[in-house]
């Protein structure tokens, strides 16, 4: 949500600036600008409502240059998509701001400096912070004094970057709630928001911390922390490879994303089964002791990653005789949960940046759960910093803003918890080897599943003129079904829900006719004859199904319907990452048909770093 990227060098930094913006694309945004200090030392803006390209093709009449700047795409939170909203945003006397987050108390703010005098063309909380840094700038004299003092005032979140022609040497960072990664350069600084956007450039980044602030120059990185002391942060050196951000021979990141699932679930895997068995030492130290004192398991995540968690909770009550709770993030933070003896906290992020996922991590650490543990995809994240405990997924970038080889990691790193549990609480003693011979299988049966993609690609053309779809599931397949209409209704548009099979006579049946596509998963396990009494009502009203079943299912199709069967069979286990994958493609192709955005959805960002 929202990308920032800033740049000192002694060089021309705009097509760095550019480069970098490209490559955060895959964040969600809707506008798009730059700001640099030319060789008069004078700040250049260039704005643009849209793509990337479009803010290029107005720089390429603008012939701009410099060689400090910043640059930021935009995801509209305060005040409609326009170039008079787009970042950067600037105050008197050439002082320009780029900033990813929300300023809470903005009005207050914003009264108080009409009041002196300022004058706002924007709608956007941002300006408020550029006219609040000018304002002390003016009193001090000092442009990192001066955003100190501004972000001393500021509740909320963010991620900031400023460059100003009172200062041209430097450009001054600061984040609370925001990432802010520095990159360091052979004679050289750079800023971004993310790793993603730098790599061309460096492969040496610095991390800041809540509450930072820090002073980049070509050759030298001072940073203060929160109590305003000068504070050393590692350097760690990326193992990310740009070209895992590119799209290759594939039409879409999403589709090389699934592609690439495979690959991402036998990396996940590596060095955690050894001999058949679970290596616990792969969740961190201390981890068999936490898992052995357990009792409960409350599991918070977002969106897809919620679905995960969904899945999880089955498993560990199924397997491991646990109570286990998985609820949304931003609701569980704004409870007051009871949290019962010897309870374990799971925070599940593909960014670990999610605003409500890591504020309901630090919501936990006062709580009183037995320990906490991330399962994340990106390792400088601060989700991971801050657990106790760390699963990384190793799916690799993810640039599809609608989730497909993180989800399907996400399952396998909860598979890897759910075996480490069953170690210590499965009535089963050899449940924990069988769990993981189980999950070693998992990258074969995905790559058959993949062989499917052209009969689903047919089926695909179906969907092309529908507005509305129903997903049905059972047991551990729900929330599947409920990942399933959460893929197609984010690329494709169309209006998807999915629905606990036997909640139909409820009341979604209501909507079911001639016109209503309902798809359903349909392994072969205990409630594979429930679901098709289900599957009967659907036909019994007119409906048309899709059906992804199990080869011995022997589900039928009748006439108007389509049964795929998978071309391997599926143990519970494992059910939910391989039904995963049809979902996944058939929301592909239908987008793809209609002509959407496949990559990037309208309104949608693929990291949420605020409420």
């Given at each position: ?26 964040r ?40 400090i ?5 935009r ?6 998509p ?17 900033h ?23 709608e ?10 000018h ?32 200062d041209p ?24 928001s ?8 460096t ?10 602030v ?20 590692p350097?760690?050196?990326s193992?990310l ?7 290759g ?27 058949g ?14 898992f ?17 968690a969904?899945?999880?909770r089955?498993?560990?009550?199924q ?19 009871v ?5 374990l ?20 650490k ?5 320990s ?20 990384m997924t ?8 609608a ?21 210590h609480h ?43 779809a ?17 893929k ?5 548009y169309?209006?998807?829900e ?10 979604p ?15 072969k ?15 019994a009203?007119?409906?048309w ?10 589900i039928?199709?009748e ?12 143990r ?5 990452a ?11 192709h ?22």
């Amino acid at each position: 949500m929202c990308g920032i990227v800033g740049a000192i060098a002694k060089r021309d930094i705009v097509p760095v600036l550019m480069a970098g913006l490209c490559k955060l694309e895959y964040r969600g945004y809707d506008s798009a600008g730059i700001a640099v200090l030319d060789e008069t030392r004078r700040l250049r803006r260039v704005r643009a409502v849209g793509k990337v390209r479009v803010l290029q093709e107005a720089l390429d009449q603008e012939h701009v240059r410099g060689d400090i700047g910043i640059a930021h795409t935009r995801w509209a939170t305060h005040g409609v998509p326009s170039e008079r909203n787009a970042h950067p945003h600037v105050s008197r006397e050439g002082l320009a701001v780029v900033h990813n987050g929300i300023i809470e108390n903005h009005d207050e703010l914003r009264a108080e400096l009409k009041c002196r005098g300022y004058e706002f063309t924007s709608e956007t909380d941002t300006e408020v912070v550029a006219h609040r840094i000018h304002y002390h700038l003016a009193r001090v004299g000092d442009l990192c004094k001066a955003v100190s003092e501004t972000v001393a005032e500021l509740e909320g979140a963010y991620a900031l970057a400023v460059v100003s022609e009172h200062d041209p040497e430097r450009i001054i960072v600061a984040r609370m709630g925001c990432p802010v990664v520095v990159g360091i350069g052979s004679d050289e600084t750079f800023v971004a928001s993310d790793v993603a956007a730098l790599l061309t450039v460096t492969r040496r980044f610095i991390f800041l911390q809540d509450g930072d602030v820090a002073e980049l120059r070509r050759r030298e990185l001072r940073i203060l922390d929160k109590d305003g002391n000068t504070v050393e942060r590692p350097v760690r050196e990326s193992e990310l490879d740009a070209a895992a951000t590119e799209k290759g021979f594939y039409r879409h990141f999403m589709l090389k994303e699934i592609y690439e699932q495979p690959w991402a679930v036998t990396n996940t895997l590596e060095g955690r089964i050894v001999n058949g068995q679970l290596a616990e030492t792969a969740f961190g130290p201390g981890a068999a002791e936490v898992f052995r004192r357990t009792r409960h398991v409350h599991i918070v995540a977002c969106g897809t990653s919620y679905h995960a968690a969904v899945v999880a909770r089955y498993f560990i009550e199924q397997v491991c005789k646990l109570p286990c709770v998985a609820e949304i993030a931003s609701e569980y933070r704004y409870r007051s949960p009871v949290v019962p003896p010897d309870s374990l906290l799971v925070a599940i992020s593909q960014s670990g940046e999610t605003a409500d996922t890591l504020a309901a991590l630090r919501l936990a650490k006062q709580a009183g759960y037995l320990s906490s543990l991330a399962i994340c995809n990106v390792p400088e994240s601060s989700l991971v910093r801050e657990a106790d405990l760390v699963m990384m997924t190793r799916a690799g970038p993810e640039v599809g803003v609608a989730s497909t080889k993180a989800f399907t990691t996400q399952l396998v790193a909860l598979g890897l918890l759910v075996a480490a549990l069953a170690r210590h609480h499965a009535a089963d003693v050899d449940r924990e080897c069988e769990l993981a011979t189980e999950l070693s299988r998992l990258p074969w049966l995905i790559e058959g599943v993949l062989t499917l993609d052209p009969v689903i690609r047919d089926i695909a053309m179906r969907f092309v003129d529908q507005e509305h779809a129903l997903f049905l599931g059972r047991g551990a397949l729900y929330p599947v079904a409920m990942e399933g209409a959460l893929k197609l209704k984010e690329i494709s548009y169309i209006h998807a829900e999915a629905y606990a099979a036997g909640e139909l006579k409820h009341g979604p049946l209501a909507l079911v006719d001639a016109g209503m596509p309902v798809v359903a998963v349909a392994p072969k396990n205990a409630l594979l004859e429930k679901l098709k009494s289900n599957l009967k009502e659907v036909r019994a009203r007119g409906g048309w199904l899709v059906v992804f079943a199990d080869p011995e299912a022997g589900i039928e199709p009748e006439e108007g319907d389509a049964v795929v069967n998978l071309p391997v069979r599926v143990r519970d286990f494992l059910t939910p990452a391989v039904y995963a994958l049809p979902l996944q493609l058939l929301a592909y192709h239908v987008a793809v048909l209609r002509g959407t955005d496949v990559d990037q959805p309208r309104n949608l960002a693929k990291s949420v770093t605020v409420e």
